[in-house]
């Protein structure tokens, strides 16, 4: 077997540990890449579903999630708006029934960041004060991180991932 040309998988792998691979570079020259086993991503099963993530308070997200579920959320409000404009409804009628059908999912997203930094789902309610409410439920889940390890509302969310608690 050649080492300048044939790929090196390290038994390490089986182990849900990182595998090792080298690649040839032009001039003969060659690089070590890690990549990363299928065992060593958590499985998917493990990630919060949307239906969960949308309609569920309960567990922590991460700040990438909270950006995640509010981005998605105002993506579809907007398409909500086009199709019922379409559908013949417009004006105070429209923004009226889009944010009645997006309220809750968004509660239920903003509960889970303000779990995920150990604070009841109440805290949601800052929202309503008028302007700095708004800023300040942004700053806090959309800036601000959570807290580390486990808490009252379950383990921590893994970044990229949504915890299941």
Do not use: C
Not at 46 to 61: D, V
Not at 83 to 99: D, K, P, Q, S, T
Not at 137 to 162: A, I, Q, T
């Amino acid at each position: 077997m050649s080492s300048s040309s044939a790929p090196y998988a390290s038994p390490l792998g089986a182990y849900g540990l990182p595998e090792t691979r080298r690649a040839d570079l032009p001039g003969g020259k060659q690089i070590r890449q890690d990549l990363l086993a299928a065992e060593a991503m958590p499985p998917i099963a493990e990630a919060m579903p949307p239906g969960k993530l949308f309609f569920s308070p309960k567990g922590r997200i991460s700040r990438r999630g909270f950006w995640g579920g509010m981005l998605g959320l105002a993506a579809l409000g907007i398409v909500l708006g086009a199709l019922l404009n379409i559908a013949g409804f417009h004006g105070e009628r429209v923004e009226g029934l889009v944010n009645l059908l997006l309220a809750w999912p968004a509660f239920a997203v903003s509960a889970k960041r303000w779990h995920d930094r150990d604070r009841s789902a109440w805290w949601v309610l800052v929202a309503l004060i008028p302007v700095v409410g708004f800023l300040w439920l942004l700053v806090v889940n959309g800036l601000l991180p959570g807290m580390k390890g486990d808490n009252r509302f379950g383990p921590p969310p893994h970044e990229g991932r949504l915890s299941t608690g």
